[in-house]
Every structure is written in C-alpha cells, then in structure tokens.
C-alpha cells in the first residue's frame, strides 16, 4: 500500500493526519474543498491535488476525514463519489464520527463493487493530529486490519482493532457517550459548589488524586470551573497544552 487518497485534508484534523501521511512516505493525492491555502504545505511536500473525490479511486486507500455521514456519503456515493470509478480492492476508509448505520449501508453499497470499508474513527485533538499521535478504533477484518494498520499508525499513537466493520463507529459514540457524562457531572458539581459557597479549585484538587480524576475534569475547570462559555475552549486548550489557535 503505497498511495493513498486524503479527502477532508484542510480541516483541523484532516490536515495534521494528511501530513503525517506524507512524511512517513506514503504518495498522497488530495481533494480541496473549498480553500487552497490550508494545504499549501501539503502540496509543497509533494501531495498532488485532484479534482474530484472519483479521482482518488485510483489510490489503493483512500481516508476520509469530514463532519458526519451525510457528508461520509457524499464523498463515497454521490455523483462525484468514490464509487463512480471504484476499482476492485480499494480500501475506503472513514474517519469521521459517523452513524453507525450508515456505515454499514456504505459498507454493503462498496462490497457490491469489490471495495473494502473500514470505520476508523478518532480521539484526541488536532494538536495530536499534527504531532501523528491520534487515537483510533477500527471496525475491519483482521485480515484488513494488518494490511492497513502501517497506513494508521503514521498518523496515530494507538490504533485499536474492535471488531468487524461498523464496531469502530459504534465504540466510537459510546466513548463520546461516557464523555459527556463525564463533562455533564464535572458542571453539576462546579454549578453546587459554587452555590454552596466553597472553593470548587479545592475540588479539583481533591478529584485528581483519586480513582475519579480526569483529563475533562481539568479541561471543564480550564475553562473558568462554568463562569465562562464555550468559545473559551480555545483559551482552555491553550492552559493546557501551550498551543495557540488563530494567533499569528
């Protein structure tokens, strides 16, 4: 497996992954969705610009790395899609955080024309996305598992094979699950301990030394234990990791 197709390379994860791609030797062909400059750098690295998502079913794999599965299939079925010049043996890969039961839908649509597709969705930032070392939970066959896995680990630091195709997604919404509750129980009790007048930073403190602490749980108190709104995540992201997004 030598040439692979990127779609979704000038997103804030797509282009972190796309370059780790490159770098670690790989040929890579790129679709552009709607700017060019995000991926100049890709092009000057040696990654080759084509026209429509079709034109990436001459790759032996192609990533796929957008919203959600409306988008997923578009860029597989649609009038320009990947199936309209399919070739036997194609891998088609979907990062994305996409519905399981499309997967499966697009899964069937692709084994009809000889096309293997595995889900292979994400965790982690695009800060690990440009650092290559994203997490992933690959729905495949084994068999499909080891041919890709070289592919996955340029641009991740731990892949995990769960299951046959459809098991990455489905794991994928129960970790977005667990999350969440996660998120939603660190602002309750920010929310009750800031109402019953105690210092909630002495919360956190006792919470990261026990079997509860988290890496959300600092994420929520970086951004202002609940006085400051989402768009501070940008703030938060920058305590914790020293990276800054949008500032030259």
Do not use: W
């Not at 892949?159 to 794991?171: D, K, R």
């Not at 129960?174 to 909630?200: H, M, P, R, W």
């Amino acid at each position: 497996m030598k040439h692979i197709g990127f779609v979704g390379a000038s997103g804030l994860m797509g282009h972190g992954m796309a370059k780790n791609i490159r770098a670690k030797g790989f040929d890579l062909s790129i679709t552009v969705h709607k700017r060019l400059e995000p991926v100049q750098d890709l092009l000057a690295a040696g990654a080759r610009q084509v026209a429509a998502h079709a034109d990436l079913a001459a790759c032996d794999a192609v990533v796929i790395c957008v919203t959600g599965s409306p988008q997923v299939e578009a860029v597989v079925a649609g009038p320009q899609g990947l199936l309209s010049k399919a070739r036997r043996g194609l891998i088609v890969i979907d990062t994305s955080t996409s519905e399981p039961d499309s997967t499966r839908r697009l899964a069937a649509l692709c084994a009809e024309q000889g096309v293997v597709y595995v889900d292979a969705p994400l965790t982690r930032t695009p800060v690990e996305a440009e650092q290559g070392k994203l997490n992933t939970m690959v729905g495949a066959s084994q068999a499909v598992f080891e041919q890709i896995a070289p592919l996955l680990q340029a641009y991740c630091e731990n892949v995990f094979h769960v299951g046959e195709t459809g098991a990455g997604h489905v794991i994928k919404l129960l970790n977005n699950f667990v999350a969440q509750a996660i998120c939603t129980a660190s602002a309750e009790a920010f929310a009750v301990g800031t109402k019953a007048g105690v210092d909630v930073r002495q919360l956190v403190r006792v919470v990261s030394a026990g079997g509860a602490n988290s890496g959300l749980l600092h994420l929520a108190a970086a951004l202002g234990y609940g006085n400051e709104l989402v768009p501070s995540l940008v703030k938060a992201q920058a305590q914790l990791n020293g990276v800054r997004i949008g500032q030259g």
